[in-house]
């Protein structure tokens, strides 16, 4: 192994695969596991780690040392590679939607993303929405000399090769194959590399958190991948939109398991596997396991107020 494989090996290891105690108000015959990815590297958290690791050995492959990405100003994928390319030695380049930011004072998000050596660069929504075209991508290169460009979210064939990762850990760790996997879904890569890799016993569950379950990703999703799981819509309203109701669920599991969750992904997936449970989707004696997929940066501090 060379130092970076072995660096990036030693950032994020296995992480641990916990048993909920007791997690439902009725007594259900239900076993909820979470797969605590938002372990696995203080910084680099959860899935997005995961979608970066052989995005980095194949830049460095190409020859690069510069890492380019999109995101909005809460972006917890902008977060998680200007982490993880300070941890490697890569440079940074982050290409934020929103020119009215710019000269503004930064919030938490782009502020670490700085911290840590990423250059940020404002761009009007209008040309934000044509990042993908080749001209736009043309002009980066010109602006910034040879990047590797990663696209908004993290997701591509490379992610989903990390993704895919996380059923056979978790497949060895319960020593039996899980009844159901679920994960949440922005861009699909993360539910994408559990189909892919799931045992033909297990159903994947992916919890939608967008009010428009079929963007980008996941209607270009290859048929194979794509029909290997399901999909529940629990949006509460849009990305990032939260409800009371949704924000007292995440405040009780917190106490209740002493795991923090967030209000974007992670705590509307959990409110939706309680919700299915209580109306008895899942057969009795069910092993159902939760991708805690991170993104902890971006918990609300509404959470700690009630
Ligand atoms: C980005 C993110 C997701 C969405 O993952 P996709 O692979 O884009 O579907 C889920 N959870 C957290 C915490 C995230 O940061």
């Known amino acids: 192994m060379d130092e970076l494989a072995r660096q990036l090996a030693n950032l994020a290891g296995n992480s641990p695969l916990q048993l909920l105690d007791d997690p439902f108000s009725e007594p259900l015959a239900i076993d909820l596991f979470l797969k605590r990815d938002d372990l696995l590297h203080p910084l680099v958290s959860g899935n997005k780690w995961r979608k970066l690791k052989y995005n980095i050995l194949a830049a460095r492959e190409q020859g690069h040392t510069t890492l380019?990405?999109?995101?909005?100003?809460?972006?917890?994928?902008?977060?998680?590679?200007?982490?993880?390319?300070?941890?490697?030695g890569f440079r940074t380049i982050g290409i934020v939607r929103g020119d009215e930011l710019a000269g503004k004072p930064l919030n938490d998000t782009l502020r670490f993303c700085q911290g840590v050596g990423m250059d940020l660069h404002f761009v009007s929504r209008d040309a934000y929405r044509r990042k993908d075209?080749?001209?736009?991508?043309?002009?980066?290169?010109?602006?910034?000399?040879?990047?590797?460009?990663?696209?908004?979210g993290g997701t591509n064939e490379l992610a989903i090769?990390?993704?895919?990762?996380?059923?056979?850990?978790?497949?060895?760790?319960?020593?039996?194959?899980?009844?159901?996997?679920?994960c949440p879904v922005g861009t699909g890569?993360?539910?994408?590399?559990?189909?892919q890799s799931a045992p033909e016993a297990t159903q994947v569950m992916g919890f939608?958190?967008?009010?428009?379950?079929?963007?980008?990703?996941?209607?270009a999703m290859p048929a194979s991948?794509?029909?290997?799981?399901?999909?529940?819509?629990?949006?509460?309203?849009?990305?990032?939109?939260?409800?009371?109701?949704?924000?007292?669920?995440i405040r009780d599991f917190e106490q209740k398991n002493g795991i923090l969750l967030e209000q974007v992904y992670t705590g509307k997936m959990l409110y939706g596997i309680y919700d299915l449970a209580q109306q008895g989707y899942f057969p009795?004696?069910?092993?159902?396991?939760?991708?805690?997929?991170?993104?902890?940066?971006?918990?609300?501090?509404?959470l700690d107020r009630s």
């Open 68 to 88: 380019l990405t999109f995101g909005g100003a809460y972006s917890n994928h902008l977060y998680a590679t200007a982490a993880a390319g300070q941890a490697v």
């Open 133 to 152: 075209t080749p001209e736009f991508l043309a002009d980066l290169t010109d602006q910034f000399g040879p990047c590797y460009v990663l696209p908004e």
């Open 161 to 182: 090769q990390g993704t895919a990762e996380i059923m056979p850990e978790i497949v060895a760790q319960l020593g039996h194959t899980p009844d159901y996997v679920c």
């Open 189 to 195: 890569g993360t539910v994408a590399g559990l189909a």
């Open 208 to 219: 939608v958190v967008l009010k428009v379950p079929d963007s980008l990703w996941l209607s």
């Open 225 to 249: 991948v794509a029909t290997g799981w399901r999909v529940q819509n629990y949006h509460f309203g849009g990305y990032a939109r939260t409800t009371p109701e949704l924000l007292t669920f």
């Open 284 to 302: 009795n004696g069910a092993t159902v396991v939760a991708v805690h997929t991170g993104g902890l940066q971006g918990r609300s501090d509404e």
